[in-house]
């Protein structure tokens, strides 16, 4: 099992593509933000891991220092895919997830992510 925390809630990943001339390409606050879970996460991670292969089971917790309404399912796909090779294959190995949000103004923003095989 990998727990670790960001200290942010990830941007949703409808809102992180630009518009280009003929398509369309992460934004730059994305970018930034796929790399910063995925360094929180390789800094947690034991020596010697290697991502899981079987069913996963994957957890999040979102603390929110307001009540802004926020769509979790969207903030959910921006942190599935930044671990993609990292603790598991491929995010289409989740079979089942939960998510939690919960409003803080003492501990929030922040996100714990809980990735486990099933």
């Known amino acids: 099992m990998i727990i670790f925390t960001v200290p942010f809630i990830p941007i949703a990943k409808s809102n992180g593509y630009k ?11 994305m970018k930034e933000q796929e790399d910063q879970i995925q ?5 947690q991670l034991p020596l010697l891991f290697t991502p899981y292969k079987g069913s996963i089971k ?19 796909k921006l942190v599935l895919d930044a671990l993609n ?7 289409n190995q989740i079979t089942e ?8 103004k003492q501990i929030g923003p922040l996100t714990t992510i809980t990735i486990e095989e099933i």
């Open 58 to 76: 994957a957890t999040i917790h979102i603390i929110l220092p307001n009540k802004r309404r926020r769509d979790i399912d969207n903030i959910a």
């Open 19 to 29: 518009r280009g001339k003929n398509s369309f390409y992460k934004s730059t606050d």
């Open 97 to 104: 997830l939960h998510m939690y949000k919960h409003t803080d």
């Open 85 to 91: 090779n990292l603790t598991y294959l491929d995010d």
């Open 39 to 43: 360094e929180a996460c390789r800094a």
